[in-house]
């Protein structure tokens, strides 16, 4: 198994859409129904239903719904509590941080900045931000906006998210992705990237003149009325109608962790609520158009939504999944289906699926991880529309893939969960104590205080206690929301008696996590 990183060990909308939620949960007829406006307004009420099962039996604390059929928002309403243990609750104006739910609509904004002319989805990342690079010259130099948009750049996986809460900026994250050692060649494997689509935005936006922040609100949220959303992580702590992030202690929801994603605000750092991504959903159903007028080309939007990539071969049946420009694509009964997940292990689930052929679509949104909630109402909604009646519990079997994709990737921190039967004794402190680095995590410092050894990392100078397990091997938490997750820090000792480099297990993913003794 490969080693685990923050956000690949608990979570990044990357293990959605790689595991079986990625696809919906639905059987496939021998001939396709439609949704007619009655078969929609018959499924609202059983929605309804269920989604009020769903917060009295406490699977998640809160959530809201939005549907749109026909160009309309035929369903908007939420459920549960804001935050757990106090009495506000959730209705269509509550915002819900959005995780990696934020890519299709960072899609859709860089649609609209291709409608400008200024930008196109071919263009050279090298010719719009010469700054950028990669470790591979092929792909530095030909890498395009829907490349990276695409995850098929060849950067590895989550690289980037590692660094991400050592309090580096958006900029010096995207500048150490050239460190990273392809994971695929150029163009030719599916490798899910928050700091590469990041880099395609803030370049496409730059392109025209703009910041992603101004990029967002002037293309996508003024024009269709979305006043409730935003790309800044500052404007939803100041909503005062939002959801808190919720994670699991001791069986019950407990609200005690937050989630600034600014440095990949594209990626995953927008907010909104329902009522606000049904004017998107409306937008995307009418290919472009708003209030009777072309707001984004539709050639623009249809670019993005045309397979890119394959992202995943389904192990049952062969069938191919793809990503296009910031959506996952699939090809079904109904036609083309577009969707995209989020997830914050920090609390959050999100997710949005359309049918355009239909004119249907549905938005999810929840205050809580672990959880396959999303999916199982989005499975269940459209069972209920083309079949009028659930074929299967979708909450239960999405509830229960998520819970064991979520098990799988918390097997690398079971290897710190016991100590050894013989156990070696660490070297004096003084033998740890000092100043590492490398180029990719920049500086660390082991300290002693009490006796004991502390880890500081990054700008921020982030301190972790160093408890430890065996010889010159150590043990830190550094996740606020998952504390009993313990990953490896291993010394290697020099002939002097003192450690020349430490291996910081959960920055190693990628082989960038060993600093040298400065």
């Keep these: 198994m490969r080693k685990p990183s923050r956000r690949t060990l608990l979570a990044g909308v990357a293990a959605t859409l790689a595991s079986p939620l990625a696809a919906p949960l639905i059987a496939s007829p021998l001939r396709a129904e439609t949704a007619t406006r009655e078969k929609v307004a018959a499924a609202l009420p059983k929605l309804e239903a269920l989604a009020q099962q769903i917060v009295d039996k406490k699977l998640v604390p809160g959530l809201s719904i939005a549907v749109v059929h026909a160009d309309k928002a035929v369903y908007l309403k939420g459920f549960g509590l804001r935050q757990a243990g106090k009495p506000e609750t ?3 104006d509550t915002v819900f941080q959005l995780a990696s739910l934020s890519k299709p609509i960072s899609s859709t904004v860089v649609s609209a900045l291709v409608s400008d002319g200024k ?13 950028f690079s990669l470790q591979d010259e092929l792909a530095a130099a030909a890498v395009t906006v829907g490349d990276l948009f695409a995850h098929r750049s060849g950067l ?3 690289v980037g998210d590692d660094i991400e ?6 900029g010096e994250i995207l500048h150490r992705l050239r ?4 994971a695929y060649s150029f163009r030719n494997g599916y490798s899910y990237s928050n700091f590469g689509l990041t880099e395609g935005a803030v370049a496409a936006a730059r392109a025209s003149g703009l910041g992603w922040d101004e990029a967002s609100e002037e293309k996508l949220y003024k024009p269709l009325g979305m006043n409730s959303t935003s790309s800044r992580y500052r404007d939803f702590e100041n909503r005062p109608n939002r959801a808190a992030l919720h994670v699991p202690v001791d069986g019950a929801w407990a609200s005690f962790t937050r989630r600034n994603a600014d440095a990949q605000a594209p990626a995953g750092g927008a907010s909104s609520n329902a009522r606000d991504l049904a004017q998107w959903l409306r937008l995307l159903l009418a290919d472009g158009e708003h209030g009777g007028r072309p707001l ?7 670019q993005a939504q045309v397979p890119a990539i394959v992202r995943r071969i389904d192990p049952k049946t062969g069938a191919a999944s793809f990503y296009g420009y910031g959506w996952a694509i699939d090809y079904r009964e109904h036609g083309v289906e577009l969707s995209h997940a989020g997830a914050f292990s920090a609390g959050a689930r999100t997710l949005a699926h359309l049918i355009p052929g239909e004119q249907l679509a549905i ?6 991880f672990p959880t396959g909630v999303p999916e199982g109402i989005a499975a269940t909604f459209f069972d209920l529309v083309f079949k009028g009646q659930p074929t299967r519990d979708f ?12 098990k799988e990737m918390m097997k690398p921190s079971l290897a710190y969960a016991t100590l050894p039967a013989s156990r070696a004794a660490a070297l004096p402190v003084a033998a740890y104590v000092g100043d590492y680095g490398n180029d990719y995590v920049g500086n660390a410092r082991v300290v002693e205080s009490g006796g004991a050894l502390y880890l500081q990392l990054g700008p921020a100078g982030k301190r972790f206690p160093l408890t430890h397990f065996n010889r010159d091997v150590f043990v830190y938490s550094p996740m606020t929301e998952a504390p009993k997750a313990r990953l490896g820090v291993s010394f290697l000792v020099g002939p002097d008696g003192k450690a020349a480099q430490v291996t910081i297990e959960d920055l190693d993913e990628y082989g960038l996590g060993t600093l040298k003794r400065q």
């Excluded at 809460?165 to 958006?170: K, T």
């Excluded at 984004?296 to 249809?302: G, N, P, V």
Aim: aromatic share 10%; hydrophobic share 45%.
């Design 296 to 302: 984004i080309h539709k050639e623009a939007l249809q």
């Design 363 to 368: 938005a999810v949104l929840t205050n809580a």
């Design 90 to 92: 959730v209705d269509a």
């Design 165 to 170: 809460e050592l309090g580096f900026s958006q």
């Design 179 to 182: 460190l990273a050692k392809p």
């Design 119 to 131: 930008v196109s989805w071919d263009s050279r990342i090298r010719d719009i931000d010469p700054g």
């Design 395 to 406: 909450v239960a079997a999405a509830n229960q893939a998520f819970e064991a994709f979520y």
């Design 156 to 158: 590895p996986g989550h």
